[in-house]
C-alpha cells in the first residue's frame, strides 16, 4: 500500500476513486494553482479533524487513484475510517467532496474572481487599524460589493465599536474552525450590519475572547496534527465562506505572532490575482515610534516572502490623526511617509471628530457623517486599492 517517497517526507498511498470525483479533484486543484498530493493532504486533514456527519458518496465505478502523502497520514487516515465504520474508498470520497465543497471554483464566482483581501495590521497599538478597517470595508460595500469585514484582533473593538458582541470563551468561533475545532457553520457567527446605506452587502465576523490564545492553540494544532499548516490556519477557516465576498477586510491585533503569519499568508498574491488587489494595508501616525514599529512589521513580512517564497504586496499607508500643529516632529514625520515612495501614502486623515462620534453612537463612519473628511479619505482609500 505504501513505498518510500524520494525525499523521505511523504509516502505513495493508493485507493480507488469515483471517476467524476476524481476528474473534478484534477480539474479544481488545477484552477487553485495546487498539487494533487497538496490538496489530498488538505482534504483528509480536514475530513479527519472534522467533527460534522458527513453525506455518503456514491462510490460505483471508482477506479485506481494515487498520490503521495505525509508519512502517517494514512494510516491515521484508515484509523478515523475505522472509528466512522466507512470503507477507505468512502473516507477518502468524502475527504475530497468536503475539500471541492470548501474550495470553490473560481469560476463559480458571479463576476468577481478571487475575492480581494485586505489585511490591516501594524503590531504598534493605537494607530488606526480598526478605523481603517471599518472605513474602507463600509466603501466598498456602499460602492455595491459583498464585503466581510473580519475582527480578528481579541480585544474585540471593531466589534464593540458596531455595536455588537464578542464571542464567549469556549463557543464556536474564528478560532475555533481555524484550529480545525469547529462546531458548525461559520455562516452562522457572521452578523450582517443592518443598515440601509449599505443594503446588507456588510458582513461582520465578530472577535473572540479566545483570540488571546490563537497563537498557543494554533502552535499545538501544528505539532499534534500531520499536515497541518499553522500560516494557513486563517485561509483554512475564511475558505468556507470566501467565494460569497468580493472584498474581505481583515483587522488584525498588535502582534507579531503565529497570528500575524496567519493574516499574512492569507493576504498573499494568489497564482492567477493582479498585483496591488491583495495584501497589506499599514496604518501609522507622524512619529518616530510608528517608524519603528513599520520596521518590525517589514522585516516579519521579508521574513515570510523568504521562508514560504510567497508574494505578499504592500498596498500602502494610511497615516492617521494627523495634525501639522504638533510641529516638526508631525511634519517631518510625515514627509518620511512619503519619501518612501514604495508602500505609498494612500491618505493623510486628520484628527478629527466624526470617528469618535460615531463610535460613541455605535454606528459605522459612513453612515453617520457620510459627507465627512474622514468617509471620503475611506472612500479615496478603497478606491486606490481595488481590482
Given at each position: 500500500?505504501a513505498?518510500?517517497?524520494p525525499s523521505?517526507?511523504?509516502?505513495?498511498?493508493?485507493?480507488?476513486?469515483?471517476?467524476a470525483?476524481k476528474?473534478?479533484l484534477?480539474?479544481?486543484?488545477?484552477?487553485?494553482?495546487?498539487?494533487?498530493q497538496?490538496?489530498?493532504?488538505?482534504?483528509?486533514?480536514?475530513w479527519?479533524d472534522?467533527?460534522?456527519?458527513?453525506?455518503p458518496?456514491?462510490t460505483?465505478?471508482?477506479?485506481?487513484?494515487?498520490?503521495w502523502?505525509?508519512?502517517?497520514?494514512y494510516?491515521?487516515?484508515?484509523?478515523t475510517?475505522?472509528?466512522?465504520d466507512?470503507s477507505?474508498?468512502?473516507?477518502?470520497?468524502?475527504a475530497?467532496?468536503?475539500?471541492?465543497?470548501?474550495?470553490?471554483?473560481?469560476?463559480?464566482?458571479?463576476?468577481?474572481?478571487?475575492?480581494?483581501?485586505?489585511?490591516?495590521?501594524?503590531q504598534?497599538?493605537?494607530?488606526g487599524?480598526?478605523?481603517?478597517?471599518?472605513g474602507?470595508a463600509?466603501?466598498y460595500?456602499?460602492?455595491?460589493?459583498?464585503?466581510?469585514?473580519v475582527d480578528?484582533?481579541?480585544?474585540?473593538h471593531?466589534?464593540?465599536?458596531?455595536?455588537?458582541?464578542?464571542?464567549p470563551p469556549?463557543?464556536?468561533s474564528?478560532?475555533s474552525?481555524?484550529?480545525?475545532?469547529?462546531?458548525?457553520d461559520?455562516r452562522?457567527l457572521i452578523?450582517?450590519?443592518e443598515?440601509p446605506r449599505f443594503e446588507k452587502?456588510?458582513?461582520l465576523m465578530?472577535?473572540?475572547?479566545?483570540?488571546?490564545?490563537?497563537?498557543?492553540?494554533?502552535?499545538?494544532k501544528?505539532?499534534?496534527?500531520?499536515?497541518?499548516?499553522k500560516?494557513?490556519?486563517?485561509?483554512?477557516?475564511?475558505?468556507?465562506?470566501?467565494s460569497?465576498?468580493?472584498?474581505?477586510?481583515v483587522?488584525?491585533?498588535?502582534?507579531?505572532?503565529i497570528?500575524?503569519?496567519?493574516?499574512?499568508?492569507?493576504?498573499?498574491?494568489?497564482d492567477g490575482e493582479?498585483?496591488?488587489?491583495?495584501?497589506?494595508?499599514?496604518?501609522?501616525?507622524a512619529e518616530?515610534s510608528s517608524?519603528?514599529?513599520?520596521?518590525?512589521l517589514?522585516?516579519?513580512?521579508?521574513?515570510?516572502?523568504m521562508?514560504?517564497?510567497l508574494?505578499?504586496?504592500y498596498l500602502?499607508l494610511?497615516?492617521?490623526?494627523y495634525?501639522?500643529?504638533?510641529?516638526?516632529v508631525?511634519?517631518?514625520s510625515?514627509?518620511?511617509?512619503?519619501?518612501?515612495?514604495?508602500?505609498?501614502?494612500?491618505a493623510?486623515i486628520g484628527?478629527?471628530?466624526?470617528q469618535?462620534?460615531?463610535?460613541?453612537k455605535m454606528?459605522?463612519?459612513?453612515?453617520?457623517?457620510p459627507l465627512?473628511?474622514?468617509a471620503e479619505?475611506?472612500?479615496q482609500i478603497?478606491?486606490?486599492v481595488?481590482?
Open positions: 500500500m513505498s518510500p517517497y523521505g517526507d511523504r509516502e505513495k498511498v493508493a485507493s480507488k476513486l469515483p471517476p470525483l476528474q473534478a484534477k480539474i479544481r486543484a488545477a484552477e487553485l494553482g495546487l498539487d494533487i497538496v490538496a489530498v493532504t488538505a482534504a483528509v486533514q480536514d479527519r472534522a467533527d460534522t456527519v458527513h453525506s458518496v456514491d460505483t465505478g471508482a477506479d485506481s487513484f494515487s498520490t502523502l505525509p508519512v502517517g497520514m494510516d491515521d487516515f484508515k484509523e475510517c475505522g472509528q466512522r466507512v477507505y474508498i468512502q473516507g477518502l470520497a468524502q475530497v467532496r468536503r475539500w471541492l465543497d470548501v474550495n470553490p471554483s473560481p469560476s463559480d464566482r458571479p463576476a468577481g474572481g478571487i475575492a480581494e483581501r485586505k489585511i490591516v495590521c501594524n504598534k497599538g493605537g494607530v487599524k480598526t478605523t481603517t478597517s471599518a474602507i463600509q466603501a460595500a456602499e460602492d455595491g460589493k459583498r464585503v466581510l469585514l480578528y484582533d481579541p480585544q474585540g471593531l466589534t464593540q465599536q458596531l455595536g455588537h458582541h464578542q464571542t469556549g463557543e464556536d474564528l478560532v474552525h481555524m484550529c480545525s475545532e469547529g462546531t458548525g461559520l452562522d452578523i450582517t450590519i443598515d452587502r456588510l458582513h465578530p472577535s473572540c475572547f479566545d483570540g488571546f490564545l490563537l497563537d498557543a492553540r494554533v502552535g499545538v501544528a505539532v499534534q496534527a500531520r499536515g497541518f499548516q500560516e494557513a490556519a486563517l485561509e483554512k477557516a475564511l475558505l468556507a465562506v470566501e460569497e465576498y468580493d472584498v474581505i477586510v483587522d488584525c491585533p498588535p502582534s507579531l505572532g497570528a500575524m503569519d496567519a493574516a499574512l499568508y492569507y493576504g498573499r498574491r494568489r493582479a498585483a496591488g488587489v491583495s495584501g497589506v494595508i499599514i496604518p501609522v501616525l518616530d517608524a519603528t514599529a513599520y520596521g518590525m517589514a522585516g516579519q513580512i521579508e521574513d515570510l516572502r521562508d514560504l517564497r508574494n505578499i504586496d500602502g494610511v497615516v492617521n490623526m495634525d501639522s500643529r504638533r510641529g516638526a508631525a511634519t517631518s510625515l514627509q518620511s511617509w512619503r519619501d518612501l515612495g514604495d508602500p505609498p501614502v494612500l493623510v484628527d478629527l471628530k466624526e469618535r462620534e460615531a463610535v460613541r454606528m459605522p463612519l459612513l453612515s453617520y457623517a465627512s473628511e474622514q479619505a475611506m472612500r478603497a478606491r486606490r481595488t481590482a
